[in-house]
């Protein structure tokens, strides 16, 4: 596909559990901008089942078909987070664009790589977590633009993603709780995205984490009986501090230092208030992370009020936005803004939280100042 073809071409890698919930269900949704010809998925029987479900024509098993065939534009990786950079490298070398599921590499360095790869063959690489064209956060991104809440001082977000056995999750949830993943890199990346986005790259992070539980037993669904390790801490808490990027009414010649709060587990099961908060001198915003249909709530003016959001799934993440983003840069030969550099930040954050968890410090996260958070700077430790 060119700048100004009619679709996409997708083959979609990976029919897990995100796979069927997220993104096979809706991608009649983005129909005037892509197609998926073809599904892939660990066993031949299980993305023949797949394919036929959903009216796909074709499917494989492994990712080789996808990344050789001509009639593939762009491959979808929705790949467990190991495979990651194997199926996005593969893709990119074989000349196809992009989306994959978050993280984008499982470090700094081999997202790096797979930035550069994209680059030097003119291709689209588009990566999760796409909060940043969700409805809500589109609608948010315009209330701080607009200055109604003031300088903004400080922020709380969370993030909890369940806690095991997860019910009615179709996949191996193992990958899940590996060392290189857990809720820090699964779920802590949503309010990181959103966090950087609204009011700039982060500076420094201070963290700390704990393990609740050492294995479980899953309970249904194809690794029913199992005993899943928990190797990594599944209860995060991390301090962010933002620079404030331009136009979010912030005072003129001052760069403002944002301290944000996150909360990212796998140990809990709901909140009370809001997934994420902005507090400005003048007003307050909250909203969601990932329910698309959940009003804003600003308080300015001495009172709280609603805000509708524009939505087009009826509720929860609506990741299908992401794809039809990827469809839309190709298309138009524009610079995607789910790109890596994005990907690459939010990664750095990641390690940096890592780090002061090992040492008992706060982090300095070297990052850019331009929209794009373009930078190659490595992390660098700091005194508290």
């Not at 065939?69 to 762009?74: I, Q, R």
């Not at 760069?255 to 208030?273: E, K, P, Y």
Request: glycine share 10%.
């Amino acid at each position: 596909m060119t700048a100004g073809s009619p679709r996409l071409r997708l083959a979609v890698i990976g029919v897990g559990d995100v796979a069927q919930r997220d993104y096979l269900p809706e991608v009649h949704r983005i129909a005037d901008v892509a197609e998926i010809v073809m599904v892939c998925g660990r066993g031949e029987d299980r993305a023949r089942e797949v394919a036929g479900r959903f009216g796909v024509a074709r499917s494989a098993a492994g990712y080789q078909r996808a990344v050789e065939t001509d009639d593939v534009d762009a491959v979808v990786n929705l790949t467990p987070p190991g495979a990651h950079v194997e199926v996005t490298m593969a893709a990119l070398r074989a000349g196809k664009h992009v989306y994959t599921e978050k993280p984008l590499a499982p470090s700094v360095a081999d997202a790096i790589m797979l930035r550069d790869e994209a680059a030097r063959r003119g291709l689209t690489l588009v990566c999760a977590p796409s909060v940043m064209v969700f409805p809500q956060l589109v609608a948010a991104s315009e209330v701080v633009a607009s200055g109604r809440l003031g300088p903004i001082y400080a922020s709380r977000a969370v993030a909890f993603g369940g806690v095991p056995p997860w019910a009615g999750y179709i996949s191996d949830p193992s990958p899940y709780f590996r060392p290189s993943t857990g809720p820090l890199v699964d779920m802590g990346v949503y309010p990181v995205h959103a966090l950087a986005g609204l009011l700039g790259p982060v500076r420094r992070v201070a963290a700390m984490s704990t393990r609740t539980r050492h294995s479980f037993a899953v309970t249904e669904g194809p690794a029913r009986g199992m005993t899943v390790p928990v190797e990594v801490d599944d209860n995060w808490q991390l301090i962010l501090e933002c620079g404030t990027g331009t136009g979010s009414g912030q005072r003129t010649g001052r760069r403002t230092r944002v301290l944000a709060s996150i909360q990212a587990n796998f140990c809990a099961v709901a909140a009370a208030g809001p997934e994420c908060e902005l507090f400005g001198e003048h007003g307050t915003l909250a909203f969601d992370l990932l329910d698309v249909a959940a009003p804003l709530k600003l308080y300015a003016g001495n009172e709280w009020t609603e805000q509708a959001v524009a939505h087009e799934r009826a509720g929860g993440p609506d990741h299908i936005l992401g794809i039809r983003h990827l469809a839309e840069c190709v298309r138009s030969g524009s610079q995607p803004l789910l790109g890596p550099d994005r990907a690459i930040h939010v990664l750095e954050v990641l390690e940096a939280a890592r780090a002061s968890v090992r040492e008992g410090r706060t982090i300095e996260v070297r990052a850019g100042d331009d929209p794009a958070m373009r930078h190659n700077d490595p992390v660098k430790e700091t005194s508290p």
